[in-house]
């Protein structure tokens, strides 16, 4: 205890004695304790950044021709994208199909001259129809109780345009008083014949802008087409949300096996029926990379601080110990021990190490208030590179030989 009280005092006497020197270790230490604080701050800044815009900016992608036209993407391909069974489960969310049918509002209705069919269209989104988005001008009002998770079930209900719901339109099918619709669907089969094939739905909504087109969750026209059609069932094209920005590439390396880009001229990689696969990545792309490349450049210089934290400690106490042969010299005569002259010097390093990192921290805080943040792992990694080049410098002082340095002042 008295050994480690005399350490204490020494140094404490030593820092007053050498008040410039021990100011300029300390003024080193801070500067050192900022620049490396300051360093991890922009780092974390940047991955911040990163992190919010990979969680923000909304990736999508679509299956098309080869050419980009649209394409009808056939049920082996849907299932690669299922969100509970695909492969690609893992990588995408909001899976959007479409399949338009013609329809009639009565069985025996006979279309007037330059009259077209109206459509019922099974949707798993409102997003996979681009005439019921709000670019569009188009506004979705759902009743009570119902929401645009319904497209997923197979309720037979559906929306439907505002002025048909209020009676407006003519030529149209009647919501009748229990809120119902009842409708053909018109669908030609494999034999050229047209068949028609009655639909019951419960109207849950309405949208502007619109006209006799209806709207009903995608299993309704599966089961629908399902009862006349035995061929592989397909959708008006296929889009689909990223779940997982920061899968991307992955995504992209695993899908680029069975899908090509827009334009491709190459040979087919899927013999069954080559899609075009397009991600609408760009703005991700141009936010990510300048954000990658400024963490890049400070994840090099940080190791850089810490070697230079490592050989500006050894300067600095080379500097501030170098004349104190004799003392110490003088120290080991009267019965001090080399490992105790050790500790005074390294502790005397230490205080001035701990000492400009106390104050370099708060200067730190102060300057950045309520958005600093104190990253401990790299002060001290710094403290200790600090104290490893100091603690060379001190060996290699400590290291004398006391009769040589006696006969050397006589």
């Known amino acids: 205890m008295r050994k480690f009280i005399f350490v204490i ?124 988005l709000p670019i569009s001008g188009v506004a979705i009002e759902y009743f009570e109780n119902y929401d645009e998770s319904v497209y997923m079930t197979n309720s037979n209900v559906c929306i439907v345009s505002s002025t048909l719901a209020d009676g407006t339109l003519s030529g149209a099918v009647r919501v009748d008083e229990d809120g119902f619709i009842s409708i053909y669907a ?46 592989d069932l397909y959708s008006e094209g296929l889009k689909f949300t990223m779940n997982d920005n920061t899968l991307i590439d992955e995504f992209k390396e695993k899908a680029s ?18 899609y075009s696969l397009t991600l609408k990545d760009d703005l991700l792309i141009q936010t990510i990379t300048p954000l990658t490349k400024n963490i890049s450049m400070l994840e090099k210089v940080k190791p850089v601080i810490f070697i230079l934290s490592a050989a500006i400690g050894f300067i600095a106490c080379m500097l501030f110990i170098r004349n104190r042969k004799p003392e110490f010299a003088n120290m080991r005569s009267l019965g001090t021990s080399k490992g105790l002259v050790f500790t005074e010097a390294i502790f005397e390093q230490l205080l001035f190490g701990i000492t400009g990192t ?3 921290i708060g200067i730190y805080f102060i ?41 050397s002042n006589e």
């Open 9 to 132: 005092r020494y140094a404490l006497r030593r820092m007053t004695r050498d008040a410039i020197k021990s100011l300029i270790l300390i003024l080193v230490a801070m500067s050192f304790t900022i620049l490396i604080s300051e360093i991890s701050y922009s780092l974390e800044k940047q991955y911040k950044k990163m992190n919010e815009a990979y969680a923000s900016i909304e990736v999508e992608g679509f299956l098309t021709q080869k050419d980009g036209s649209e394409a009808k993407v056939y049920s082996k391909y849907i299932k690669m994208f299922d969100q509970s069974l695909g492969e690609y489960k893992a990588y995408v969310k909001d899976i959007c199909l479409k399949r338009s049918v013609n329809y009639i509002p009565s069985e025996n209705y006979i279309l007037q001259d330059g009259e077209q069919y109206p459509s019922v269209i099974g949707i798993s989104r409102t997003k996979a129809d681009i005439n019921l």
């Open 186 to 231: 018109y669908v030609e089969i494999a034999t050229r014949d047209m068949v028609k094939i009655p639909l019951k739905l419960k109207v849950i909504g309405t949208y502007t802008n619109g006209d006799k087109d209806i709207y009903c969750p995608w299993p309704v026209i599966v089961e629908t087409l399902n009862t006349v059609l035995m061929g």
């Open 257 to 274: 096996q069975i899908f090509v880009p827009t334009g491709y001229m190459g040979a087919d990689k899927d013999k069954t029926m080559q």
């Open 358 to 360: 106390l104050i370099g």
């Open 367 to 407: 300057f950045h208030g309520s958005k600093a943040q104190f990253i401990a792992q790299d002060i001290l990694i710094f403290i200790a590179c600090y104290l490893a080049g100091a603690t060379i410098a001190v060996i290699n002082i400590t290291r004398i030989n006391v009769m040589k340095i006696m006969k």
